[in-house]
C-alpha cells in the first residue's frame, strides 16, 4: 500500500488497548484483502499493551506502519477511545477520508475499503459508511442487534468518514467520546461515535450501511465476557492469523 505522509488518501487508525494479537490479524487481512496501490496511511496506537506484541511489532515494521504510543495506559480508568482518535483527526487534516478501526476488526472480502468508497459519494446526504457485522466470519449479526449497532451510531469498527470541514469542526467541539446524557427526568448512555452521529445529523447528514461484510469478534477488551466466549474469539482469531500468515508471509 502506498505511504503519502504529506497528504494521504486515507488516513487509517486503530487503537490498541491489549488486544496485539487482533490488531495483528486486522492489519493482515487488511494488507491480503486489498490491492498493493491502495492510497492509505495506517498508524496504530497502543495504549501500553502489556500483552504479546511480538507478531504486531514483527509486521508493521516489515509494513512500515507506525505503532505509537497514545498517550494512555491500558489500566487508565477513564481511557477514551473516542479522545484518542479525535486527536488523530486533530492531527492528520490532510486527506479526502478518515478509516477509523477497531482492533478486533478482519476484513473478509477482497476490496472492502473501494467499494465502501464508492458507496459513500453514491450518497450525498451520507458522512460516513460502515460495514455489516459478522460475529463469526460467515453470518451477519442477528436481528435483535441490528437497531443498536447499525442504526444509532456509525459504528468505529470499520468507519468510513469523509474529511469535510463539518466533520473537522464536529469533531474539534464535540469530539467522538462517549458520554452520559442526562436529562431532567433520566439519563442516556451514547456510545463511541453515537453523540457525534447525532450532532452530524443536524447539519442533514447521517451514516449508511455498506454491502460488504466484516468479522467483528466485539468486545474483546473487556472482561465482561464469559470465558468460554473469549475462548471461541482467541481460538478463531488465531486460526485466522495463522491463515493470512501463509498467505502473507
Known sequence: MKNHPLSPYIQAVVVNHNTSKY?????????????????????????????????????????????LPSGYGF????????????????????CAYYLFLDADA????????????RELEQDSSAFGIAPRLSPNGENEIGEEYRAKV????????CALVRNTPVFQRVVEEIG???????WAAGEVY????????????????????????????FSVSYDWEPPDAMAFK??????????YADALG
Open 190 to 217: 451514547l456510545d463511541t461515535f453515537e453523540l457525534m452521529t447525532k450532532v452530524m445529523g443536524t447539519h442533514g447528514l447521517r451514516s449508511i450501511l455498506s454491502s460488504r461484510m466484516i468479522l467483528h469478534f
Open 23 to 67: 490488531t495483528e490479524l486486522m492489519l493482515r487481512s487488511m494488507f491480503a484483502r486489498h490491492p498493493s496501490d491502495l492510497d492509505i496511511s495506517i498508524t496504530v496506537l497502543d495504549n501500553n499493551s502489556q500483552d504479546d506484541k511480538a507478531g504486531l511489532d514483527a509486521f508493521a515494521r516489515a509494513r512500515e506502519i507506525p505503532v
Open 176 to 182: 467522538l467520546s462517549c458520554v452520559q446524557y442526562l
Open 75 to 94: 489500566k487508565t480508568k477513564w481511557n477514551s477511545h473516542g479522545e484518542i482518535l479525535r486527536k488523530f483527526v486533530m492531527e492528520h487534516p490532510d
Open 106 to 117: 478482519c476484513f473478509l472480502q477482497d476490496e472492502t475499503i473501494p467499494a465502501m468508497a
Open 150 to 157: 447499525y442504526l444509532s451510531r456509525l459504528h468505529p469498527c
Open 234 to 243: 482467541a481460538g478463531l482469531r488465531d486460526k485466522l492469523l495463522e491463515a
